[in-house]
């Protein structure tokens, strides 16, 4: 399975983007995934995830700010992130632990 992260972008603060993670193949059934930032100069950290039940978590920077999703049938997940802010800033990256494959990242970029 590959993973293909797009959406990025540079927007200034209090603007919205919408990330994509698309799977280059049938995943058999609905799977946990994550989304992870990495700014720079600093260590990628988990961002929001979501369980193979749909059960939801978030960082507590982006709680109310950011949704994850998925859809199944287009194999695609998603980070909905309102209210962007500077330190939002950084490299966005997907993850679906039960394949241990990570995406290659869409750059985002907020500016005050």
């Known amino acids: 399975v590959q993973l293909q992260a797009s959406g990025g972008g540079s927007v200034q603060e209090g603007g919205s983007l919408r990330l994509s993670c698309a799977a280059s193949q049938t995943i058999q059934s609905a799977r946990a995934m994550a989304w992870y930032r990495q700014a720079p100069g600093k260590e990628r950290e988990l961002v929001a995830e979501?369980?193979?039940?749909?059960?939801?978590t978030y960082a507590d920077a982006v709680k109310g700010r950011f949704t994850i999703s998925r859809n199944n049938a287009k194999r695609t997940g998603y980070l909905e992130m309102n209210s962007l802010k500077a330190e939002d800033t950084g490299i966005y990256y997907c993850?679906?632990?039960?394949?241990?494959?990570w995406g290659q990242g869409t750059q985002v970029t907020v500016s005050s």
């Open positions: 979501i369980s193979v039940s749909g059960t939801t």
């Open positions: 993850y679906l632990p039960v394949y241990d494959r």
